[in-house]
């Protein structure tokens, strides 16, 4: 790594095509493989039900912690290059895909830019990113100073089920 400071960057990382438990599998070796970036620990894989248009097959899921010297556009662009490496195909907002790496948090920083927006607009909503990310990081606190043992009380479990380690 070079001498630029090192940030903990958390990935939430999901498909729902084309065998999604690989996909998920693959892209978490893949995250390992990062420049200037140590893949620190992941979640179980969790399976969850789909947002967006109806129809879908449902999710895997899980969170990774990366200490990475990446800028966040740099690293915003090797998640993107790990997406197209799986045929990731934007054509509906939301729709299926075969992986989606979303940047959730990176350190502690509040960024908004045309092409990135952390913490991600929507983690706070959504019990497949929330629940893995409580599985290995517990007492974490987000850049707004809520702890995520408060958000968690406000997004139920639901329906989302861990599968595997």
Aim: proline share 10%.
């Amino acid at each position: 790594m070079s001498n630029t400071a090192i940030q903990r960057a958390w990935i939430g990382l999901g498909s729902n095509l084309d065998d999604p438990h690989t996909q998920v599998s693959t892209a978490l070796n893949e995250l390992a493989q990062l420049p200037d970036s140590s893949l620190i620990m992941h979640s179980s894989l969790y399976r969850s039900d789909p947002v967006g248009p109806p129809g879908q097959p449902d999710y895997i899921n899980a969170v990774a912690a990366l200490d990475t010297q990446l800028p966040p556009e740099a690293l915003l662009d090797a998640l993107q290059a790990i997406e197209q490496a799986h045929q990731r195909v934007r054509k509906i907002h939301w729709g299926p895909r075969t992986l989606d790496l979303d940047l959730l948090l990176y350190g502690n920083e509040t960024i908004a830019t045309p092409r990135l927006s952390v913490p991600h607009p929507f983690m706070t909503q959504r019990n497949f990113v929330l629940w893995p990310l409580a599985e290995i990081a517990p007492e974490l606190i987000l850049p707004d100073g809520h702890s995520l043992q408060a958000l968690l009380l406000q997004c139920p479990l639901g329906t989302l089920e861990k599968i595997s380690l």
